[in-house]
């Protein structure tokens, strides 16, 4: 009786473990003070990722060509875009990004004022900036989400 | 040393420091100040082509890239594609992107090469990380130092206190009367 006692509390102390490892890897893993997360949990719940600093993966499909200073990111659905701001920590995004399957590190963060969203680059383009910056506003999701980037590496 | 000597060779000396900024921070300055106009980072190329491969959605697959990358002639290029829900197919190359309307079958292939010297110019203004915010900082305290101390390196008429102070007066008016009108 003891001894399936003990199996069961084990057993059970396993399970949980399971479930609440879900798609999220711990901090320990994933890099010290940072989680690698998929595009799927933040899409599904990014409140619980507000204000942290998480890795995740996906495809660079736009990156601002005058100021290179923003870039969008996609996972595996191609209409939810996801916004990643360069800091202090790199002048510009190359060009040379677009197209690639990068892991990148960032606060993900609320776009608090129109500020961050705001078009560098009024009256210089029409045409794919402001498609991109129409379609995120149309996104289900994610479309007051950005990620402040730290760094990125090209898969 | 005398205040006069002092002043002649700090203006000098750090003139010809902040030289080659100088120019970079110009030469930028002006490209960027009309980047409405052009690219000042990138030149772009451009060339247009129409394809009878159907693209939907549903039916899109590498093979099918990869058939009208043939017809382009950047089958070795490719990198990805991108198709959202619309019409457009993007396709992404090395250094470029082909994109495709795919109601039309109307598309172009876009190539992107950095502007040289412009681009390199630009990514020094733009403050490539915090260590370079620094330095740019202590590179406008140079240029503060190296005005203040020209002011009064010639003397007697051509000096500060009299061409010299109607050209700097000039100098002052004329930003105020921007910051006046505008």
Known sequence: MKKIFVFTVIAALFA???????????????????????????????????????????????????????????????????????????PKFPMELLGSEITVTGVFQKIETGAEMEKEHVGAEEGEECETEAAIAAQPVLADMMLNYKNHTVK | MKLRKLNRVTHRDIGYLIAGMTIIY??????????????????????????????TRDTTNEAKVYQLLEELGETKNFKTSYYPTGEKLTIFLVDGSAIVNTATGEGYVER???????????????????????????????????????????????????????????????????????
């Open chain 1, 16 to 90: 949980a473990c399971g479930n609440t490892a879900g798609e999220k890897n711990t901090a320990a893993e994933a890099g010290e003070g940072n989680e690698q997360v998929t595009f799927a949990s933040i899409i599904e719940n990014p409140d619980q990722y507000l204000g942290e600093e998480i890795t995740l993966e996906g495809k660079v499909v736009h990156v601002c060509m005058h100021s290179g200073k923003k870039m969008y990111i996609v996972g595996e659905d191609p209409d939810i875009r996801l916004f990643i701001s360069a800091g202090e920590e790199v």
């Open chain 2, 112 to 182: 992107l090469g950095k502007r040289p010297l412009f681009y390199q110019f630009n990514f020094l203004h733009y403050n490539p990380g915090k260590w370079w915010k620094w330095f740019s900082d202590i590179f406008c305290v140079s240029l503060i130092l190296v005005t203040i101390t020209g002011l009064f390196i010639v003397k007697g008429k051509n000096g500060i206190t009299r061409r010299g102070a109607i050209l700097t007066a000039a100098g002052i008016i004329l930003p105020l009367l921007f910051l006046f009108i505008y």
């Open chain 2, 26 to 55: 110009a030469v930028s300055g002006i490209a960027l100040n009309h980047k409405h106009d052009w690219n000042a980072n990138y030149i772009i190329d451009q060339r247009t082509f129409t394809t009878d491969i159907q693209f």
